[in-house]
């Protein structure tokens, strides 16, 4: 696996990989976190995701980072975070989730965010299959992996476990 080394661009969005000054940063506090990333942390998004940002270095992984942080480009401010890790099942295979914070919602920001994590995957990374998991009932979820291209895979109890891979990925692009 190549690690994320390097922020990640689209139109709106600057995807910072957490590195180890940001996990350290993150449990200092908001004000420490805001100020080692150089952009606005709401305290929204902050005090639901700190902690996550805290463990995104991952020892199993090489100390890599499993997490990138959305900054919207032109506002200076953290807006959401993706978070994209190794699956344990195969080689090769990714799981991913993304958070937008609730005052950015239905903006686009989560398919963009997650967009460029999925392109960074799949063209640097050497995924060859992504999974996603959300709940049943998420229906903004369900509406966003759609629009990634994921294909439903199962449907064990409450969560939709959902698959995207090159050929699935191609077939959206068409």
């Known amino acids: ?6 922020p990640l661009l689209t139109p709106r969005l600057q995807l910072l990989p957490v590195t180890a000054e940001m996990a350290d940063a ?13 952009a606005d942390a709401p305290a929204e998004w902050c005090q639901a ?13 090489g100390h890599a980072p499993t997490r ?25 295979e990714f ?19 997650t967009g ?12 060859e299959t992504i999974l996603a998991g959300c709940d049943a009932a998420n229906l903004a979820s369900v509406r966003t ?5 994921f294909w439903l895979d199962s449907n064990p109890g409450k969560t939709f476990w959902w698959v995207i891979d090159p050929e699935l990925r191609s077939a959206t692009r068409a």
């Open 1 to 6: 696996m190549r690690a994320l080394d390097h």
């Open 26 to 38: 993150a449990r200092a506090g908001q004000a420490v976190f805001a100020n080692v990333i150089g």
């Open 49 to 61: 995701n700190l902690g996550l940002v805290a463990r995104s270095i991952s020892p199993i992984w």
């Open 68 to 92: 990138a942080i959305a900054v919207h480009r032109a506002e200076g401010v953290v807006i959401g975070d993706v978070r994209f890790e190794p699956s344990l099942r195969a080689q090769r």
């Open 95 to 113: 799981e991913i989730g993304y958070g937008i914070a609730r005052s950015r919602r239905r903006q686009g920001y989560a398919v963009e965010a």
């Open 116 to 127: 460029a994590v999925i392109n960074w995957l799949f063209d640097e990374a050497g995924a």
């Open 145 to 149: 992996l759609r629009r990634l291209g």
